[in-house]
């Protein structure tokens, strides 16, 4: 049984594009198929759902505009907090997100204050995230802590990394069929089963989740042995 799930959210430019769609229909409509989809997770109750919606590179290489709007969009995180109360979420983020605006940081911690006594299922935003980035920040927090190298190991660690309170991820989905896992948590995906899915992210819905599952429920996994 799958108990966290990660998807790389691809193909919502490229969705638009074919759909003679603007730059906001697009975020907007990725956003609101994250919503469902959160939604769909919980009630197949699976513990943990991450969802990679701002990458490093995004924050410095996409155009102003078009960081405001996806900017704009997690900031209205708030007005789902019925939605997390309704399905016992509790929301959390990982990646630098004090990157991001200061007004930014305070509505994302004000969620995550106001869902942490949620436990039925945990849905995670990686924002300004990136593979490489995560183990480099690790590796400062455990030279800052006076950590040297004679005493370390994966277990150890671990503990300094943005994903730590959380279990590696047995599923990793990505959509719009492009096969590579452009640094999506790059520590921990050593076992973890990947579905390349053909769908864009806006049109990935339940059928195609349950096909994931389905190609997940189907693989036998060794973990090395």
């Known amino acids: 049984m799958i108990q966290h799930l990660w998807i790389i959210m691809d193909g919502n430019r490229r969705w638009a594009k074919r ?23 919980a009630q197949k109750w699976i513990k943990y759902l991450t969802l990679w919606a701002l990458s490093t590179e995004n924050l410095y290489n996409r155009e102003k505009e078009e960081l405001n709007g996806i900017i704009g969009l997690i900031e209205l995180l708030p007005t789902l907090l019925p939605i997390f109360e309704r399905n016992g979420t509790q929301f959390q983020t990982i990646g630098d997100i004090q990157k991001l605006p200061e007004r930014t940081q305070k ?4 969620i995550k204050e106001k869902t942490k006594n949620n436990t039925k299922t945990t849905l995670i ?19 800052q802590e006076g950590g040297n190298g004679k005493n370390l190991d994966t277990k ?13 991820p047995d599923l990793i989905v990505r959509t719009w069929g492009t ?22 992210w806006p049109e990935f819905d339940e059928e195609e989740l349950d096909r994931a599952i389905d190609f997940f429920e189907s693989t036998k996994r060794n973990f090395g042995k």
Request: charged share 25%; glycine share 8%.
């Open 107 to 110: 509505i994302l911690e004000d």
């Open 19 to 41: 759909e003679g769609k603007l730059t906001f229909f697009w975020h907007k409509a990725g956003f609101d198929n994250a919503v469902k989809i959160s939604e769909l997770v």
């Open 179 to 200: 096969v590579r896992h452009s640094g999506f948590l790059l520590y921990d995906c050593d076992y973890s089963e990947y579905y390349f899915s053909s769908k864009y």
């Open 125 to 143: 935003i990686a924002l300004v995230y990136g593979g490489q980035d995560e183990i480099i920040r690790g590796i400062k927090k455990y030279i």
């Open 156 to 168: 150890k660690f671990k503990k300094y990394l943005d994903s730590a309170p959380y279990p590696a």
